[in-house]
């Protein structure tokens, strides 16, 4: 397997993706890495993320330290996606059963109340127009 030569840049944040501007430089085994990809890389004081910026032929400082693996964060960016639609959809439901329980209430208190019950007429023909 052909060593190749990369350069990287530090992530600091993963979840902003803020990243530092210095580029390091390392050696892989990975043929198929592609800009923006986040990769393991082995640090003085251990391991770190990195985001892979590009292979390269030439570089200035002879690279020692290795990229170990690619990272795969699909899997935990789908769950997190998913949490987000199902937070979102219980929201819009509890929206839904509020306006309901409400008018429930103002139809069973617009049977006692003319006034109410004109009101909610006006309101329904209102909102039937618009």
């Known amino acids: 397997m052909k060593t190749l030569k990369a350069s990287v840049r530090f992530i600091n944040d993963l979840e902003r993706q803020r990243r530092t501007e210095k580029v390091y430089h390392y050696l892989t085994m990975i043929p198929d890495l592609n800009e923006g990809d986040l990769v393991v890389v082995e640090t003085q004081y251990g391991y770190a993320v990195a985001e892979f910026i590009a292979y390269k032929d030439v570089i200035r400082k002879a690279a020692k330290s ?42 069973e208190l617009a049977q006692d109340d003319i006034e109410l019950k004109m009101l909610l007429d006006t309101l329904d023909s209102l909102e039937g127009n618009v």
Request: charged share 45%.
């Open 66 to 107: 290795f990229i170990i693996q690619k990272v795969d964060t699909s899997h935990i960016d789908n769950q997190k996606e998913q949490q987000r639609k199902i937070e979102s959809l219980k929201a819009k439901i509890d929206e839904k059963a509020k306006e309901a329980l409400q008018r429930k209430k103002l139809n």
